[in-house]
């Protein structure tokens, strides 16, 4: 009996380490680079630690056949209501995060992507990835949103 016990906590430790997300570590790095700045321009690919060439944003209104269509492939993460950054590489994730839409309001230190009105995604490459950083302070939380700019 013992061997199976190890067997099965095992298992479920490898598949529980899932190092395609990892905590909010973009959001953070985000947050680390522009805190205490009153103009801020992030590049993707100074921020990242791996290897993508294709950035993918979601809303929390796109829906899985949306999302399913823009990466080209299954997303089995998909979660209802929620907002998705996604990196890939030659058409595989190699990170994202996610955060759930919270109807009472951002959260504090959320990070979000200026998407066009009535557009719920957005697509970058590793040229195009390129954000200014407005910083706002409401209810003593404090929102970044990130708006698409030119290099």
């Keep these: 009996m013992r061997p199976y016990l190890i067997i099965v906590c095992l298992l479920i430790i490898l ?8 905590s909010y570590m973009l959001r ?3 947050i680390d680079t522009c805190r ?7 590049n993707m690919t100074e921020l ?3 290897e993508w060439n294709k950035l993918f944003v979601f809303d929390e209104s796109a829906t899985y056949p949306l999302i399913k269509r823009e ?9 209802e209501f929620y907002r998705f950054i996604i990196f890939t590489l030659d ?29 719920s995604f957005m697509y970058f490459d590793k040229h195009s990835a390129i954000f200014e950083v407005e910083i706002n302070i409401i209810d003593e939380k404090t929102y970044y949103t990130l708006h698409p700019s030119s290099p």
Aim: glycine share 4%; hydrophobic share 30%; aromatic share 16%.
């Design 48 to 50: 990242t630690w791996f």
């Design 91 to 119: 058409d595989e994730i190699v990170y994202f995060e996610e955060e759930s839409y919270n109807p009472s309001g951002r959260k504090n230190n959320s990070v979000w992507f200026s998407l066009p009105i009535r557009e």
């Design 36 to 42: 205490n700045q009153a103009d801020c321009k992030i």
């Design 15 to 22: 598949i529980s380490c899932d190092n395609k997300q990892q």
């Design 28 to 30: 953070n790095s985000i």
């Design 71 to 79: 990466l080209g492939f299954e997303f089995p993460k998909y979660k």
